[in-house]
């Protein structure tokens, strides 16, 4: 298959030696579990369970809001014991809404119900049971995966693809799956073309997983799938870069896939859809890479939702020496935290302990415009323009560059040879951006209800203005009648009775 030319990217170090050849484990079952309402893009779940329920694994314990949302389930039997406040997986550490469940130890299931051919279902039934499992890109985006259904089916997408780049260093989990569940991982890729209509369906894998390529030809032989083998590049995992090296077509800016009739999932959600589908399954474990520099035993592990960090961590053998920095997710583009009782969520795809060698820390100095940075964006972009303008709060200067389109990958940051942390003034002036575009909603919204006001005031007014004449006219032709009455009366008394004189 012919493949297309990429701009800019980079080859960090992949560091994926250290757990590529480990095989997949399951975690044990731990004591506690710490399960966040909101694991996706979209609005927060809401609780349906009381502190003191026992629920079963896969019952539902918050049901989704809103169009764009997903529920949440029990990864384990036991007891809620909390509906409170825990800290989040994110740097600011800060805590967000949760539910805290004491497994009993059984680790057992709700009923569920396996299909023999699940390809009966329709097209809007299989929608409708991956919103109902929770389903949510797995890939790091966590966007809910029925939503991209739904719209890809009603904008008629015709090509499928599917992201098995796994492009960030350190991380194998993805390589893992498409080696030791590959004919699972293809059932739920054809679940997901069957559920949109498409036409064509390719699987994007780098070429340093020759395994996982051959595993996955091997479980779509005599499909309609094809494997597709892309360069080794970060970040060819983004969906940007994958659609263009696949198909030579650009997402349009501030667009979607789906507005060049494509669609794009990650393996491990094609193989929770599998799950799901066939076996009524819920979304209450991933795989997640625990590697870096730090650890004992890098590893691969099946793990529940919900499950504190450090569990993973002490699984691995512990620290082989004190990490500078802990991540969750691959290092270009994970979230850094500070706690390590931060619980795995949906869109965890490693925990990483990195040393101080491994993340090369060093000072920040001045740019001297040598454009290594744009030659490496991917998207084309002039991250030291936009850096400069950012400087100084000239935001708006910074989006007529192309700020909205930026990625995050971080490829600037990584190949800058004066050191400046390039897509943290990026991230800090979207999260900027969109502070000042939630000020203005909200403003637009608070003139919206005050001009809603006054209009009902006048309404009301006007109402009661018109009620009053009314009655004032009512009132007047009640008294004109009673006046006519009274002077009527006495002429007929006073009116004697006369006979014609012939």
């Known amino acids: 298959m012919k493949l297309f030319k990429l701009r800019g990217g980079i080859h960090p170090a992949g560091r994926k030696e250290l757990s590529a050849e480990r095989a997949i484990r399951i975690l044990p079952l731990p004591k506690r579990l710490f399960v966040p309402l909101q694991q996706h893009i979209g609005a927060p779940a809401t609780p349906v369970v009381q502190v003191g329920d026992h629920v079963l694994k896969g019952q539902l314990i918050a049901a989704s809001q809103g169009v764009v949302s997903a529920p949440v389930h029990a990864p384990t ?14 740097p600011s550490g800060l805590t967000i809404p949760t539910i805290t469940l004491d497994s009993d130890g059984c680790d057992r299931w709700i009923e569920t119900v396996i299909l023999n051919d699940p390809f009966e279902l329709s097209s809007e039934e299989v929608s409708t049971r991956v919103g109902a499992a929770g389903i949510v890109g797995l890939g790091g985006a966590t966007f809910p995966a029925a939503v991209k259904l739904s719209l890809s089916r009603k904008t008629g997408v015709h090509t499928l693809i599917m992201n098995g780049g796994e492009c960030e260093p350190y991380l194998t989990c993805d390589d893992r799956i498409m080696r030791e569940r590959a004919e699972q991982i293809v059932e739920g890729i054809q679940l997901i073309a069957y559920a949109v209509g498409a036409r064509q369906v390719l699987i994007g894998i780098e070429d340093n997983k020759p395994e996982a390529i051959a595993a996955m030809r091997a479980a779509a032989s005599g499909s309609a799938v094809q494997v597709v083998e892309i360069p080794s590049m970060y970040p060819m995992g983004s969906e940007k870069q994958l659609i263009q090296v696949l198909t030579g077509k650009e997402i349009p800016a501030t667009g979607r896939p789906a507005d060049i009739g494509i669609l794009v999932h990650n393996v491990g959600t094609a193989f929770a859809v599998s799950e799901a589908i066939r076996y009524g399954k819920p979304l209450v474990s991933r795989l997640v890479t625990v590697s870096g520099g730090a650890i004992k035993e890098p590893c691969n592990l099946e793990v529940l939702i919900g499950t504190p960090a450090e569990e993973l961590i002490e699984f691995a053998g512990g620290y082989a020496q004190a990490p500078a920095r802990l991540v969750l997710g691959g290092p270009m583009m994970g979230q850094q935290i500070t706690n390590p009782a931060v619980p795995v969520v949906k869109g ?13 820390q060093a000072e920040a100095s001045p740019c001297i415009r040598c454009s290594t940075c744009v030659r490496a964006c991917p998207v084309g972009l002039l991250p030291l323009e936009m850096a400069a303008h950012i400087r100084v709060a000239d935001l708006s200067g910074a989006v007529k560059l192309g700020l909205k389109d930026c990625i995050s990958c971080g490829s600037c940051s990584y190949v800058c040879p004066a050191h400046i942390p390039l897509v943290h003034y990026f991230n800090y002036a979207k999260g900027d951006l969109a502070a000042q575009e939630r000020g203005k909603l909200k403003q637009e919204a608070t003139k919206k209800l005050a001009d809603e006001r006054i209009a009902r005031m006048q ?4 109402e009661r203005e018109e009620a009053a004449l009314r009655r004032k006219a009512a009132r007047e032709a009640k008294e004109k009648a009673a006046l006519a009455k009274t002077t009527l009366a006495p002429n007929e008394k006073a009116a004697p009775a006369t006979e014609e004189v012939v």
């Open 77 to 90: 039997s036991g007891v809620i014991v909390a509906l409170g406040e825990y800290p989040a997986p994110h």
């Open 348 to 360: 965890t795809s490693g925990v990483l302990a990195l040393t101080a060698d491994e993340i090369g």
């Open 459 to 462: 309404r009301i007014g006007r």
